[in-house]
């Protein structure tokens, strides 16, 4: 099967500070890119879908300013945190769909604490 | 709108015995459907999906779902429980829209005691 991947597995941040989280299609070409976020012991919630080449379409509810999604290539997503808060920690997964798929291919997931 | 009901949160079985894993949707359109699961601190792995051809479904690691429209159900089976089957298993419907978006279920998570 699809494989994706993300980066960091683990990240420990300061409050004030923005993180970065990437996504990566690793074996095939990713039209579309999805962001999650689960809580604990909670289902994922979808914040955010992006296309290549053009701006993510996000979730009501959640900012856009805080969490910036940039899809510059085929293969490549990235989340930026923006100053982040204490619960702005979560579990944050990503997820790619390929061309003329209809399966969703989701990464191994991103642990974010804020301190 | 489309939406996805997990019916229990927590369902434990003994080795060997059936897992049933209950899931019923709602949908406007004809559904794709799918089973996900989750191991702790990973990622979803896809089991299975249901895509309007066979209504029985196969997966991987000997799971299967049938697709009951008439019951609006995408019920998860597999004959013999293995303790590596513990895990977090979500359901989840595609809207068709062009971009694939999944909603979830609320998840079930499957306990297997020796």
């Known amino acids: 099967g699809a494989v994706v991947s993300q980066h960091p597995s683990r990240v420990i941040c300061k409050s004030g500070t923005s993180v970065k989280i990437e996504c990566r299609s690793l074996?095939?070409?990713?039209?579309?890119m999805f962001w999650y976020r689960q809580f604990p012991k909670k289902s994922l919630m979808l914040m955010a879908t992006?296309?290549?080449?053009?701006?993510?379409?996000?979730e009501q509810g959640v900012e856009k300013d805080k969490f910036l999604i940039n899809h510059a290539s085929l293969t490549l997503s990235t989340l930026t945190v923006t100053s982040a808060h204490p619960e702005d920690s979560s579990f944050y997964i990503c997820?790619?769909?390929?061309?003329?798929?209809?399966?969703?291919?989701f990464g191994p997931g991103t642990r974010l604490t804020v301190l | 709108a489309q939406s996805v009901t997990q019916l229990g949160s927590h369902v434990s079985v003994s080795e060997g015995a059936l897992v049933l894993l209950r899931c019923n949707y709602s949908?406007?359109?004809?559904?794709?459907l799918f089973w996900y699961v989750q191991y702790p601190n990973q990622g979803l792995q896809l089991l299975l999906k249901?895509?309007?051809?066979?209504?029985l479904v196969k997966g991987i690691n000997g799971f299967e779902a049938e697709f009951k429209k008439s019951e609006t159900s995408f019920h998860l089976t597999k004959p013999s429980a293995h303790m590596s089957d513990a895990a977090e298993y979500f359901c989840?419907?595609?809207?068709?829209?062009?971009?694939?978006?999944?909603?979830f279920g609320a998840g079930t998570r499957l306990a297997v005691h020796p």
């Open positions: 997820s790619a769909i390929g061309k003329n798929t209809d399966t969703q291919y």
């Open positions: 074996d095939f070409q990713a039209t579309t």
């Open positions: 992006s296309n290549e080449g053009s701006k993510a379409t996000y």
């Open positions: 949908s406007s359109v004809p559904p794709y």
């Open positions: 249901y895509t309007s051809a066979a209504t």
């Open positions: 989840a419907v595609s809207d068709r829209d062009g971009y694939n978006k999944l909603i």
